[in-house]
């Protein structure tokens, strides 16, 4: 049977029977050669559509940041002019900086007018006043100059033993030649405005006029991770503890040139951990060994332990990868805006609940007729000769019920948008650091990033609170309160 199909080309079984073996044994490599490029010449639509589909990936239809869109990617759809000019509107509600009470301002100056504008008559300097002064207030930035404390170390004979001895420094003085507040300033100029360590030091000599080097920096970053380190460990304890986050990852180099950067979000806190991997183990490292709450994140399969009733799969990536189909084919385009159109809405129904205009228990029914136009959707077809469709659908099939928890759990959103807007500060200063070279860096930046991004919803300010971390260490007293860990049983 195996040479059958020899005979499609006219040799017929009595000539195949009187040939050599060696000429059967090259005639048959030279038919298994022809059916493999037959094979690869039916193949290569799929590859050529595949390759097609590559090349017109953007931030828009895929996840690729928007930082790797082309100058010729195709931009935002234009706004639908309203025939407005831009900026503030006749009839706006003017901004203004609220005045400072007298007793606040630092300079008073006087001014009468002296001259009459219409009749140009001289105005007396006792003319009475009417009403009270325009007040024009001018805001200016001071001089700065650093506050410098001498310890002067006195050293005498003791008299019973003839030793020399030098008084000590006192419990909290600053272990190096800074202060607390400007030890706190070099690691916020580094973490939280992402400046490089030479442009940390130019920075604090042109506006506090502080003589500082670049080892200073690095000795004071060093110092304020050690002070933030309980500060970072109560965040960690608060995400780990929450009934639900939001979690990404993102490249961060370190050391060995490979290293993630992960986040985990909830409503009071949020924490950063790198790790050397993109796997379970890094995952748990952020969020704990048996972590019971729900989890909102992309389809990454290192999520998938989570059970479907704890996860929140995110709808702005099945919104771009939908969009990616829309722009492959025909066949795929119609399959695609279908479910595209069901997404849309989804988030119309969300986006309703999130108003007011409906409550917790009304969005559930509303999703009713979605869910099922939605699953039928997905049902319709699985086997279809497009493997980017059948693999797409096979894996929302796969996780049906993590497609709706936000329907049911209260705090949780549709996307992912709460991590990816965590770390988009973080991305931004990968892009300018090119990520962290020691472990030392690395703790650094975690803490950094997560006392930044926790002191936003408790409304404190990450100036009083570093400097406060950094005083009590020093100090020995216990570090300021950022969150409540739970207690412990």
Request: hydrophobic share 40%; net charge neutral.
């Amino acid at each position: 049977m195996q040479d059958e199909p020899l005979f499609i080309f006219g040799v017929t079984p009595e000539d195949w029977a009187q040939t050599p073996e060696t000429v059967r044994v090259a005639l048959r490599s030279v038919f298994a050669i022809m059916q493999a490029q037959g094979q690869q010449l039916r193949e290569f639509p799929q590859v050529i559509r595949d390759l097609q589909a590559k090349l017109g990936q953007r931030s828009q239809n895929s996840s690729k940041p928007p930082s790797s869109d082309l100058p010729s990617a195709p931009g935002k759809p234009p706004r639908v002019p309203r025939g407005r000019k831009a900026g503030g509107q006749p009839g706006h509600e003017g901004h203004h900086r609220p005045l400072v009470p007298p007793e606040r301002v630092d300079e008073a100056v006087e001014l009468r007018p002296e001259q009459c504008p219409h009749c140009q008559a001289a105005l007396a300097a006792d003319l009475p006043t009417i009403g009270g002064p325009r007040r024009t207030q001018v805001w200016e930035l001071p001089v700065v100059q650093p506050h410098m404390t001498e310890f002067r170390q006195h050293t005498c004979c003791c008299p019973g033993c003839r030793e020399l001895v030098t008084a000590a420094l006192p419990p909290d003085a600053p272990p190096g030649g800074f202060g607390p507040r400007a030890t706190a300033w070099m690691a916020i100029l580094r973490g939280r405005f992402r400046l490089s360590i030479d442009d940390t030091a130019e920075c604090l000599t042109d506006l506090w006029n502080l003589p500082i080097s670049a080892a200073s920096i690095v000795t004071g970053c060093a110092r304020t991770s050690d002070a933030l380190a309980p500060v970072d460990a109560a965040i960690q304890a608060v995400v780990q503890a929450a009934p639900s986050v939001n979690a990404d990852e993102t490249r961060w180099p370190t050391e060995t040139r490979t290293g993630w950067l992960w986040v985990a979000v909830c409503a009071i806190a949020t924490c950063f951990r790198i790790h050397r991997s993109r796997s379970g183990p890094a995952m748990r490292h952020l969020l704990g060994e048996a972590y019971r709450g729900s989890v909102g994140s992309d389809r990454y399969v290192v999520y998938d332990p989570f059970a479907d009733q704890q996860r929140q799969l995110c709808g702005a990536h099945r919104v771009r990868n939908l969009r990616g189909l829309v722009d492959a084919s025909a066949d795929e385009t119609r399959w695609a805006q279908s479910l595209l159109d069901l997404t849309d809405d989804l988030f119309i129904a969300w986006h309703l609940d999130k108003g007011g205009w409906i409550d917790q228990v009304a969005l559930p029914q509303a999703l009713i007729p979605i869910r099922i136009a939605m699953r039928t959707q997905l049902q319709d077809g699985v086997d279809v000769p497009y493997p980017q469709i059948a693999g797409f659908r096979h894996e929302l099939l796969g996780h049906g019920e993590a497609l709706w928890i936000f329907s049911r759990v209260e705090g949780i959103e549709p996307t992912n948008n709460a991590a990816e807007q965590a770390v988009r500060h973080a991305v931004l200063w990968r892009k300018g650091s090119f990520g962290s070279r020691s472990e030392a860096g690395c703790r650094f930046v975690e803490r950094m990033l997560s006392v930044h991004a926790t002191c936003r919803p408790q409304e404190r300010s990450l100036v009083a609170v570093v400097t406060e971390a950094v005083q009590a260490a020093w100090a020995g007293t216990p570090p300021p309160v950022l969150v409540t860990p739970p207690a412990t049983a």
